[in-house]
């Protein structure tokens, strides 16, 4: 089966650190760019990070640069997101999601997640 | 920075037909995409490169684009297209940021 499994999330103070995993099945993990997406509670999408399919390119959100690092295994299926130094503001259900198009312009997903809540709070 | 607009809310009854916009000064140089979220779930593409559409989605959904705005096209409505719709476009050549628009809620009255 095709899909994407997210793990990771909790409960962090704020200052602290936590780290995502998304375990990927069903297709060829390392010939796909891959990226994470979050949504804060009642609020819309936001790329946050994308890693191309060699880890050669990886793109960050204005909002995570230099706290949030995305890395990916792909003897492992799997992709991952560090998220350091974290803020009340990055409190979300972070998607896991699948470019759609392989080494290609065309940026846009079509594979995702059920999602991990993450929820930085005192 | 670079956003793109869509109303936050669209109503219509069982079997109309829904349009829900997009704006954004890059789109008639970029393609759009759009996404369909229930609550609780993840999002479904639903539209791709401005008109096509996936496998597997059901015909009534289309896509058009003119100049600045796209335009997502629900016919026939129905209760269970009730949800969140997101427009999104990026390149990554870079000369296009990665960005989503703020979300349509689509009531099925």
């Known amino acids: 089966e095709v899909q994407l499994v997210e793990s990771g999330g909790g409960l962090v103070k704020p200052g602290g650190s936590l780290r995502l995993s998304c375990a990927a099945s069903g297709f060829t993990f390392s010939t796909y760019s891959m990226n994470w997406v979050r949504q804060a509670p009642g609020k819309g999408l936001e790329c946050v990070s994308s890693?191309?399919?060699?880890?050669?390119?990886?793109y960050y959100a204005d909002s995570v640069k230099g706290r949030f690092t995305i890395s990916r295994d792909n003897a492992k299926n799997s992709l991952y997101l560090q998220m350091d130094s974290l803020r009340a503001e990055d409190t979300a259900v972070y998607y896991c999601a699948k470019d759609a198009e392989i080494t290609s312009d065309f940026w846009y997903f079509d594979l995702w997640g059920r999602g991990t809540l993450v929820t930085v709070s005192s | 920075s670079y956003e793109l607009t869509q109303p936050p809310s669209v109503s219509v009854s069982p079997g109309q037909t829904a349009r829900i916009t997009c704006s954004g000064d890059a789109l008639p140089k970029q393609y759009a995409y759009w996404y369909q979220q229930k609550p609780g779930q993840a999002p479904v593409l639903v539209i791709y490169k401005d008109s096509e559409r996936p496998s597997g989605i059901p015909e009534r959904f289309s896509g058009s684009s003119s100049g600045t705005t796209v335009t997502l096209t629900i016919s026939g409505v129905q209760a269970e297209d009730e949800a969140d719709y997101y427009c999104?476009?990026?390149?990554?050549?870079?000369?296009?940021?990665?960005?989503f628009g703020g979300g349509t809620k689509l009531t099925v009255l």
């Open positions: 999104q476009s990026a390149d990554r050549s870079g000369s296009y940021p990665m960005v």
């Open positions: 890693i191309s399919e060699s880890s050669g390119s990886k």
